[in-house]
């Protein structure tokens, strides 16, 4: 659970990362390249805390896993009442729903985790080596 976790979070952080960049090759409206921007760099760096904390044997905060939920749903929603055109609207929704799935792993891996979730990496990899 915490590896599928892990990678979730860094597919998440990659895909917020893209959002912030989205503007410059999409012709879009100023206020929606403003909401990439700040949203999607509050994204990346609340997911890449969380997957940082994940791969280091700690549990994700709460506070970072909602933010992040909040931060992709705002990424979804933000086209509609903004500006919505296609190009743009279907990357939006593609990217705010992937966002939204990371910070829900980050807070449900919490939740569900259990005694693997709360073990450092190396307790993780000497227990699987058979040590």
């Known amino acids: 659970m915490v590896d599928t ?20 090759l999409i012709p879009v ?4 390249a403003l909401v990439n921007l700040l949203v999607g760099e509050l994204a990346a760096i609340t997911l890449a805390h969380s997957a940082y904390r ?7 905060s709460p506070f970072a896993g909602s933010v992040a939920v909040l931060s992709g749903v705002i990424l979804f929603l933000s086209p509609l009442f903004i500006e919505p055109v296609d190009p743009i609207l ?13 910070g829900l792993a980050g807070v449900l891996g919490r939740i569900l985790g259990g005694e ?7 307790e993780r990899i000497s227990r699987n080596a058979g040590n």
């Open 116 to 122: 693997e979730g709360r073990q450092t990496g190396a």
């Open 54 to 60: 994940v791969s280091s044997g700690k549990q994700v």
């Open 90 to 102: 279907s990357v939006m929704f593609a990217a705010g729903a992937v966002i939204v799935v990371g």
């Open 29 to 32: 409206a100023y206020q929606q």
């Open 5 to 24: 976790t892990k990678w979730v979070l860094f597919g998440a952080t990659l895909v917020s990362i893209v959002v912030i960049f989205v503007s410059a």
